[in-house]
Every structure is written in structure tokens, then in C-alpha cells.
């Protein structure tokens, strides 16, 4: 096994690079034809990770939703939906959300030490609180998936999570879908926060593949000079 596992981003954004609309109301970024490709890469991945603020603002479940992938999965001796992951500095997380309470698979919750004995009392039985440090990284996050047995990891948002990863070069690929309108309000959450990367040539990214799914299109890049072919 591996430091860490083989990491898949996954995200969704207006032209101008919006994950939201900075309003109450949810965007929908994308149709059914790549939600249904969504849930082919999340068939393929041992574990899915988000953010806790993912997981309060969209309430998710985070299942393989095709029962074909589903028996597939469990005919290779796998569980039917991968672990759910999530990480969280305040522990503030609803047992009754449908990311614990949708599925019967394992799921992960990392936190900070000074709250772990409260997300503990919160959850219950909801999920395995792991003490991540004080302060933690997610480059522990992922070596601890790593000895769980998790190769293949699919990261979902939010903006954060999928910024932090990158900056810190833990991500392998990145598939990312533009939707075919704009957003333009400066108080939304963009895929990538101002003043992460300060510009260099050593963040560009190779273009594996480009298409168009429905009405958005699929750019997959390559970020770890692996042609992504794992």
C-alpha cells in the first residue's frame, strides 16, 4: 500500500468557475447524463471524501446509485458503496444527515483532537470519529486512508478540500465539469479560493481528455505525469 491513496477530484463549476450562487437556493451544475458518469467513477473508488461543509450545506449520501455497479462491486469482494469520509475542524455534524444515515458501508470521520470527545458524543454510532492531530493536515488524512486499505480515494468539494489538495500536490487527477451558463456574483464559493497558487509553470496540468456529457463538458487532466491510467 501506498503513502496515500490514488486521488481523484471531482468538480463541477459555472464558466466563470463558480461552485455555487451564493445564495440559499442550490445550483445544479450538471444533468443526469453526468451524474450517471459521477456514479461510474464513484463505483471504481474505494472511499469518497468531502468536506463537512459539503456535508451540512447539500446534505449528500454519497451512494453508487446504478444497481449493475452495485452487484459488480460486491461480486469483486467489495463492499457495495465505498467508506464515506469526511473531515471536520468543529465536529458540527447532524447524525441524521443522509451521509451517515443512508448505506450501511463505514463511515470516517476526522477531526481535530480538541473536539473529538464531543464529535464522539454527537455521532454515537453514526460513524468512526479518528483523532487527526491538532492542527491536522489532510496529507495525514490520506495516509491513514491509505492503511485502512483505501487505493483509490474520489474527493467531491468542497472548494476548500479540493484547494487544499492541490496546493499540497496530493491530488492525481482532476475531472472537471464546466456548465454552460455564468454565475458572476464575487460573494460565491469559487473551485479555487484567489491567491492559492501563486503563478508558475509547474501548475500546469495535462489534458487526457475532453468531452462532452449532456449539455456540460468533461475536462479530465492529469496531475501527477501518470497519463492517469490508473
Given at each position: 500500500?501506498?503513502?496515500?491513496p ?7 463549476t459555472s ?8 445564495t ?12 450517471a458518469?459521477?456514479?461510474a467513477?464513484?463505483?471504481s473508488?474505494?472511499?469518497i471524501?468531502?468536506g463537512a ?5 447539500d446534505?449528500p ?8 455497479a452495485?452487484r ?7 463492499p ?10 468543529s465536529g458540527?455534524?447532524?447524525p441524521?444527515?443522509?451521509f451517515?444515515?443512508?448505506?450501511d ?22 460513524a ?8 491536522f493536515?489532510l496529507?495525514?488524512v ?6 485502512r ?9 468542497g472548494?476548500?478540500v479540493l ?20 454565475v458572476?456574483d ?15 509553470a ?8 475532453a468531452?462532452?456529457?449532456g ?5 479530465r ?7 492517469c491510467?490508473?
Open positions: 500500500m501506498g503513502e496515500r490514488w486521488t481523484v477530484l471531482s468538480c463541477s464558466l466563470d468557475g463558480y461552485l455555487d450562487a451564493g440559499a437556493e442550490r445550483l445544479v451544475l450538471s444533468g443526469e447524463e453526468d451524474l458518469r459521477v456514479d467513477v464513484r463505483a473508488c474505494d472511499a471524501l468531502v461543509g459539503t456535508v451540512r450545506a446534505d449520501r454519497l451512494l453508487v446509485r446504478d444497481p449493475a452495485r459488480r462491486r460486491l461480486a469483486g469482494g467489495l457495495e458503496h465505498p467508506v464515506k469520509v469526511t473531515v471536520t475542524a458540527d455534524l447532524d441524521g444527515g443522509r451517515f444515515s443512508h448505506g458501508g463505514t463511515k470516517l470521520v476526522y477531526c481535530d483532537t480538541g473536539v473529538v470527545d464531543r464529535t464522539r458524543d454527537r455521532l454515537g454510532g453514526a468512526t470519529v479518528v483523532d487527526a492531530g491538532s492542527p493536515g496529507r495525514d490520506l495516509g491513514d486512508l491509505a492503511a486499505g483505501i487505493a483509490r480515494l474520489m474527493v467531491e468539494g472548494g476548500r484547494t487544499q489538495l492541490l496546493v499540497a500536490g496530493l491530488a492525481d487527477e482532476l475531472h472537471l465539469v464546466v456548465a454552460p451558463f455564468f458572476g464575487p460573494g460565491a464559493s469559487r473551485f479555487v479560493g484567489a491567491g492559492a497558487f501563486p503563478w508558475d509547474a501548475h500546469r496540468a495535462s489534458l487526457v481528455e468531452r462532452p456529457v449539455d456540460v463538458v468533461l475536462m487532466y492529469d496531475l501527477a505525469g501518470s497519463g491510467r490508473r
